[in-house]
C-alpha cells in the first residue's frame, strides 16, 4: 500500500521502543514497529521525539484575549477586579474585534500544539457581540482546530438584567455548552438556580454543561456539590465539568473527601487552570498564602476525570501567557506536588487524553489506527523530558495535514581553548 506519510523512528507515550506511523486519507493507517519495507509519499524521520496526540484547551475566553491594559491594568490582581475592567472593556466591543484577538490567539495556540479548544463567551450583553464573532470564529478555523464555545454568564444568570434570556438566546444562536458561574451571583439560593438553570437549559437542547465553580477562596462556597447531585438527578453523568473549584483548596479533609467521592460516582470532569487560579487566588491571604488551584492529584486518585486549561491569555485577569498548554502542564505539576517520575507522565494525560474526555471527542482521539491523524512531534524523547524543557512543537499534523512547524532555536557557549589558545564552542541542543 502507498501511504501519505509515514512517521519512522517516533516514540509514544508510556511506550520505549520507537514505532512507524503510517498515514492515509487523513487517518492513521498502520502502526507497527518496523515499516521499512513500506513507503509513503512523504515521510518524516522523528529520531526517537515523542509524538503525541495534540493538545486539549479545556477552557479559555477567546473574546477576551490580548486585552490586557484595556482600559486599564488590573492593579489588585484580584479576579473581582478583573470582572470589572472586563465591563469597561465590554460596551467597546465590535465584531471584527472579537475577530481578529480571537484568530490570532488561535494561531498562537494551534502553532503550540493545541488542536480542540473550549471557549468561554460572555453572554451577558444584550447584543450578544462576542458571541457571534465567535460562531463564525469557530467555522473559519475547523481546518486547523476544533472550538467548543460555552455561553457563559459573566454577570450571573440571574443577577444580571434578563440573564436567562440571554443564555437562552445564546443556545439557540448555536452555543455547543451551557455554562453557569453559581458563586457570583447575589445570594446563595441565586446560586443554587443558576445550576438549576443550566440543568433545564441543556436537558431541552440536549447540551453538555460546563460551569465555572466555586472559584474562590471561600471554603463556604459549595456550589459543585449542586452540580454533581443534578448531574444525578438528572442523568447527565460524563456530559458535566465543573471549572476552577479552587474552593476546594480551602475545604476542610472531611468535606472535600466527601465531595470527590460524589463528583466520581456522577462522573462530573474537573477544569484547573493553573495560570489563572495561582494568581487570582490568595490574593486576600497574608502568609502563610493559599496556592489557589484546586486538588488535583486528589481529585485524579478518587477516579474524577481532571483536565488543564489555559483560561485567560493577555487579559485584565492574567497579563501575561502565549497560549501554551504544554506550559500550563508544567505549572501545574509544580502547584500540585506532581512530581514523582510516574506523576510526571500523569501530568501529560491532563492537556491530552483527559481533556479529549472532558470535551467528549475521545472516541476520534488518540494515536490509534483508524482514528484520525491528528499528531505532533515534539523536540523531546519522553513526556519526562517534555514536561521539563517545554520544547519546540516540532510538527503539527491534523487529519494528516500538517497545519504548523517549528524550528528549534539552539545555543552556543563560546570560551578560551585552555590548551590551544583556540576559541572553542559548545552547541547546547
Known amino acids: 500500500m502507498q501511504y501519505d506519510l509515514i512517521i519512522r523512528h517516533a516514540r509514544l507515550h508510556r511506550r520505549a521502543e520507537p514505532i512507524d506511523i503510517a498515514v492515509a486519507n487523513g487517518s492513521f493507517a498502520r502502526i507497527a514497529h518496523d515499516l521499512s519495507a513500506e513507503s509513503a509519499a512523504h515521510e518524516i524521520d522523528a529520531a526517537g521525539h515523542l509524538v503525541v496526540p495534540p493538545f486539549v484547551n479545556a477552557h479559555v475566553h477567546l473574546d477576551a484575549v490580548l486585552t490586557v491594559g484595556q482600559p486599564r491594568f488590573n492593579a489588585s490582581g484580584t479576579l473581582l477586579e478583573g470582572i470589572q475592567i472586563w465591563s469597561e472593556r465590554k460596551p467597546s466591543l465590535t465584531h471584527e474585534d472579537v475577530k481578529r484577538r480571537a484568530l490570532e490567539e488561535i494561531r498562537w495556540e494551534v502553532a503550540q500544539g ?68 453559581p458563586h457570583h451571583e447575589w445570594t446563595r439560593d441565586m446560586g443554587v438556580e443558576d445550576v438549576h ?37 438528572q442523568g447527565w453523568q460524563g456530559r458535566v465539568t465543573a471549572s476552577h473549584c479552587t474552593a476546594m483548596h480551602s475545604y476542610d479533609n472531611a468535606y472535600a473527601f466527601k465531595l470527590i467521592q460524589l463528583l466520581a460516582r456522577a462522573q462530573v470532569n474537573v ?3 493553573p495560570f489563572d487560579n495561582v494568581v487570582l487566588q490568595g490574593r486576600f491571604d497574608t502568609y502563610p498564602k ?37 506550559a500550563a502542564a508544567q505549572l501545574a505539576l509544580f502547584l500540585c506536588h506532581m512530581s514523582g517520575y510516574e506523576e510526571i507522565s500523569d501530568v501529560l494525560d491532563l492537556i491530552t487524553i483527559h481533556g479529549a474526555q472532558a470535551l467528549r471527542i475521545q472516541e476520534r482521539y488518540g494515536i490509534e489506527e483508524g482514528k484520525p491523524a491528528n499528531f505532533l512531534i515534539l523536540d523531546a524523547p519522553s513526556a519526562f523530558e517534555a514536561l521539563r524543557l517545554v520544547p519546540a512543537r516540532l510538527h503539527v499534523f491534523k487529519q494528516g495535514r500538517e497545519v504548523a512547524h517549528t524550528v528549534p532555536s539552539h545555543s552556543v557557549v563560546k570560551r578560551d581553548g585552555e590548551k590551544t589558545g583556540r576559541e572553542v564552542t559548545y552547541r547546547l541542543d
Not at 457563559?152 to 458561574?181: H, K, T, W, Y
Not at 436537558?203 to 456539590?225: A, V, W
Request: with cysteine; hydrophobic share 40%.
Open 271 to 273: 477544569i484547573a487552570n
Open 114 to 181: 493545541t488542536l480542540y479548544i473550549r471557549s468561554h463567551v460572555d453572554v451577558c450583553d444584550p447584543e450578544l457581540t462576542a458571541l457571534r464573532a465567535l460562531l463564525e470564529v469557530r467555522e473559519e478555523v475547523r481546518d486547523i482546530c476544533e472550538l467548543q464555545l460555552v455561553a457563559f454568564p459573566q454577570d450571573g444568570i440571574f443577577s444580571f438584567p434578563n440573564g436567562p434570556e440571554l443564555m437562552r438566546r445564546a443556545m439557540e444562536l448555536g452555543c455547543d455548552i451551557v455554562g453557569g458561574i
Open 290 to 326: 493559599r496556592r489557589g488551584i484546586t486538588r488535583v492529584k486528589e481529585l485524579l486518585a478518587g477516579g474524577v476525570n481532571v483536565a488543564l486549561g489555559h483560561d485567560s491569555i493577555m487579559d485584565p485577569w492574567f497579563p501575561l501567557g502565549k497560549g501554551d498548554m504544554l
Open 197 to 233: 438553570y443550566a440543568f433545564s437549559l441543556a436537558k431541552e437542547f440536549n447540551r453538555d454543561i460546563d460551569c465555572h465553580c466555586d472559584e474562590t477562596d471561600d471554603p463556604l462556597s459549595r456550589f459543585t456539590e449542586v452540580m454533581a447531585a443534578d448531574t444525578l438527578q
